[in-house]
């Protein structure tokens, strides 16, 4: 029941923009984004229960289709600072199982 | 306190030996997760709590790997007869309210099985 996420990782140029995928097979109950720096925890970003529904995090934001079969974070004007690796979250249909996507490791260089 | 907070920080062990991991989640969040990260990996889902209710175990990797939580707080991961495959970062987090919300994650404890 794990997403997928694309790309596996990506290496952006300051000021650049970037779009990570996160699909599942089945339709998702919720989606949730967390940055995750080296060594560190991860941090929440954002959430989106409704397929349709798009989210803003400063200058990250997210959408969900409507099928809630996938969601999108968008980076945009990419800055140092959102280097790390970024997961979806999701629940299973059960609603006790919480997993996370495959990652996508993003590098944003000067 | 102000944020998930988790104990030790780093546990280092031989093999065959039991350990046991704590995580203090942040005052009145009702859900609990616990998760594994593997250098360089993803986060491997284990366990959720929710207020007293029972947890589905299903997610543990195997039956020397149990978790409890006391009074709807703090919660013990102990794995039992530790392996090398073991040794990871495990991750602690709490949410509020509704199950599945923004979770806010602890430091972690970095577990070595030597």
């Known amino acids: 029941q794990q997403p997928v996420q694309s790309p596996q990782a990506v290496i952006l140029r300051e000021g650049e923009d970037a779009v990570i995928n996160c699909s599942s097979s089945k339709a998702l109950y919720s989606v949730h984004w967390y940055r995750q720096k080296h060594g560190e925890a991860p941090v929440f970003l954002m959430i989106l229960l409704k397929g349709g529904e798009q989210m803003r995090h400063e200058k990250i934001s997210a959408s969900f289709n409507e099928k809630k079969q996938q969601s999108s974070l968008y980076l945009t004007a990419s800055q140092l600072s959102y280097s790390g690796t970024y997961f979806c979250?999701?629940?299973?249909?059960?609603?006790?199982?919480?997993?996370f996507g495959t990652g996508t490791s993003l590098t944003v260089i000067p | 306190g102000a944020g998930v907070s988790q104990s030790p920080s780093n546990k280092v062990t031989e093999k065959g030996k039991d350990v046991e991991l704590r995580c203090d989640p942040i005052s009145g969040h009702t859900a609990l997760y616990w998760y594994r990260q593997s250098l360089g990996q993803g986060l491997e889902f284990l366990i959720y709590?929710?207020?007293?209710?029972?947890?589905?175990k299903s997610g543990l990797p195997s039956d020397r790997f149990s978790a409890e939580r006391t009074g709807g707080s703090v919660s013990t991961l102990t794995i039992q007869r530790t392996q090398q495959e073991d040794s990871a970062v495990y991750l602690c987090a709490s949410s509020p309210g509704l199950a599945g919300g923004n979770k806010y994650f602890g430091p972690g404890t970095r577990l070595t099985v030597t």
């Open positions: 979250g999701t629940a299973s249909n059960t609603g006790n199982q919480f997993y």
């Open positions: 709590f929710q207020g007293n209710s029972a947890p589905d």
